[in-house]
């Protein structure tokens, strides 16, 4: 089970930490990915880790804005976000990845949590 938290109402150019929690033994077998859905949008890759946080991947849109990381020995999932923008402004959702490497696609994951919400305001 996967727990995302941190989401919330924050200016342009403000910052937000997301977490996400996982329950269970493996999950640092897996590799972990970052999506994000805005209100009529379809769902999009937000970022993606390796199952030793040693490599990331970014969607362009977020490059050089946000970081992923993990700490295995905490179950948990973090995505720094700064500089935000307006267009930020989506629920964001966590998700296990179904093999070692990480995906850019939603069907690479066969896991989800709930989803944050984070609206940014110009």
């Known amino acids: 089970q996967l727990q995302a938290s941190g989401g919330g109402l924050v200016q342009d150019g403000g910052s937000l930490r997301l977490s996400c929690a996982a329950s269970g033994r493996t999950f640092s077998m897996s590799a972990m990915g970052w999506f994000r859905q805005a209100p009529g949008k379809e769902r999009e890759f937000v970022a993606a880790?390796?199952?030793?946080?040693?490599?990331?991947y970014y969607a362009d849109s977020v490059k050089g804005r946000f970081t992923v990381s993990r700490d295995n020995a905490k179950n948990t999932l973090y995505l720094q976000t700064n500089s935000l923008k307006p267009e930020d402004t989506a629920v964001y959702y966590c998700?296990?990845?179904?093999?070692?490497?990480?995906?850019?696609?939603?069907?690479?994951?066969?896991?989800w949590g709930q989803g944050t919400e984070v609206t940014v305001s110009s």
């Open positions: 880790i390796t199952r030793a946080g040693v490599s990331t």
């Open positions: 998700a296990r990845s179904v093999g070692y490497s990480p995906s850019i696609s939603r069907e690479g994951y066969d896991m």
